[in-house]
């Protein structure tokens, strides 16, 4: 068994404070860069789902005023036959789910008949900001552009 030297300890110590400091540092750095991107991916993930989902949405819409000469009052009348209207062809229900709401989680926004679609119907989500108009996130996702 061999004794080691006290200068021999000295080295075995380990790692000193500024070197972990300065790992620390990249660390830091390294996790703040991925939080920009995830967030960056999520949100635009959410723009992709709002835009399919109005194209879904419009399908049914589509399909509903083909076989029943006139548009829904409201969305939920995809789903159900709404009471109180003579729809003899009405052969829902049109779309199997409930009615989504956008990624933001505020309904979607319908108007029948449009205010920029004046011959059939608007449909959108006003975005991450939930206000009108908007860039980027914040933009609205719209049947008409």
Do not use: C, H
């Not at 068994?1 to 790692?15: A, C, D, E, V």
């Not at 819409?61 to 009348?77: A, H, K, M, R, S």
């Not at 003899?88 to 009615?99: A, E, F, Q, S």
């Amino acid at each position: 068994m061999s004794m080691k030297s006290p200068r021999m300890l000295l080295r075995q110590r380990g790692f000193s404070l500024l070197e972990l400091l300065v790992v620390m540092f990249i660390l830091v750095l390294l996790a703040g860069t991925v939080t920009v991107v995830v967030t960056k991916r999520a949100e635009q993930a959410k723009l992709v789902r709002a835009t399919a989902d109005i194209e879904n949405l419009g399908s049914a819409i589509d399909q509903y005023q083909l076989q029943n000469g006139v548009y829904p009052n409201e969305l939920e009348d995809l789903r159900t036959k709404p009471g109180g209207v003579d729809l003899p062809r009405w052969d829902g229900p049109y779309i199997k789910k409930p009615v989504p709401n956008d990624p933001w989680d505020r309904p979607y926004i319908y108007i029948v008949p449009g205010e920029k679609n004046a011959d059939s119907y608007d449909l959108y989500s006003l975005g991450r900001d939930g206000a009108e108009g908007g860039t980027g996130s914040d933009a609205d996702i719209t049947n008409w552009e």
